[in-house]
């Protein structure tokens, strides 16, 4: 039987414990302060938070090189799977897709498949993860991008923004406007779909707008399926506990992760957002 190396980037957020689990190889993206660049996690996130919310500008952000992703393929497995942010979201999954095409220039006995998952955070974890245990169930290379294919348009993903301050100084929201809704103590719901990030809808405080994110996800769930659920939060585990203490109650879910948005997500999401999906 052929093994398989599963690969993902940075933007999964995925913690530590499932990383080892399952052997994912994660290659970094990267954040900018000014001149400086961290490799995403070479930061603690309490650290990355507070430097993000104290800079008057908004970090920036860059895919891996085509080097990082050949490096990882360079493994001991036949075969490489490999699972990317949103190609609407960022060039990773272009540049994973190049790295490819030169690496099995030179290695063509190794096969190395990449899939865009039109999604990001907990959303593209949950897919990783599914495909890790499928090859561990001895699955085929094939077979597994079938069924991860198939799967990705069936993500549900939520999540609610503490604030809007990222929105604003990365231009994507008139200041004024933007800290109007933050002086309201409006919330903005967001929904990942068809690989972008969507505002959908708004509530005021954070129960009010965490009660809306639970209440879509529910929504979208067929009561005859088990899910898999998972809870991201920018650095905020507290509201992410809470999350799982209210769902777990409502629905018995067949497996919950928790896990800490990464400085690449968190530019995007600021401090305090929580960030729901089911798979």
């Known amino acids: 039987m052929k093994k398989i190396k599963i690969i993902t980037d940075s933007s999964c957020d995925l913690n530590i414990e499932l990383i080892q689990k399952y052997d994912i190889g994660i290659v970094n993206l990267n954040v900018s302060f000014g001149d400086e660049t961290y490799a995403d996690g070479e930061m603690d996130n309490n650290t990355f938070y507070n430097r993000m919310a104290s800079s008057k500008e908004l970090p920036k ?4 090189s085509p080097e990082k992703f ?5 493994c001991e497995e036949d075969e490489v799977l490999v699972l990317t942010l949103s190609s609407k979201l960022s060039a990773t999954y272009s540049t994973a897709v190049l790295a490819k095409n030169m690496f099995e220039e030179e290695n063509s006995e190794k096969r190395i498949e990449v899939i865009d998952t039109a ?3 907990v959303g593209q974890g949950l897919l990783v993860i599914k495909a890790a245990q499928l090859a561990k169930e001895g699955k085929s290379l ?4 079938n069924i991860i294919e198939d799967l990705k348009e069936k993500v549900v993903f939520y999540g609610s923004l503490e604030t809007l301050e990222n929105a604003i100084k990365g231009g994507r929201v008139n200041p004024l406007a933007g800290k109007l809704i ?7 719901i967001i929904q990942v779909v068809d690989g972008i990030v969507k505002p959908v809808d708004k509530a005021r405080g954070d129960s009010n707008s965490v009660k809306k994110v639970i209440e879509n996800i529910y929504i979208n769930m067929d ?14 585990e507290d509201k ?7 769902m777990s109650k409502e629905y018995d879910f067949e497996d919950i ?10 530019t995007y999401t600021s401090k305090g957002a929580i960030l729901i999906s089911i798979l």
């Open 70 to 74: 050949a490096d990882m393929y360079n």
């Open 182 to 188: 933050n002086a309201l103590n409006f919330k903005v």
């Open 142 to 145: 094939e077979e597994i991008v």
């Open 61 to 64: 952000t860059s895919c891996p």
């Open 119 to 121: 999604n990001g955070s």
């Open 223 to 236: 009561d005859e399926k088990k899910y898999n659920l998972a809870i991201g939060h920018s650095n905020c």
């Open 240 to 246: 992410a506990l809470k999350v799982k203490e209210i």
């Open 257 to 266: 992760t928790i896990s800490s948005v990464g400085s690449v997500m968190g």
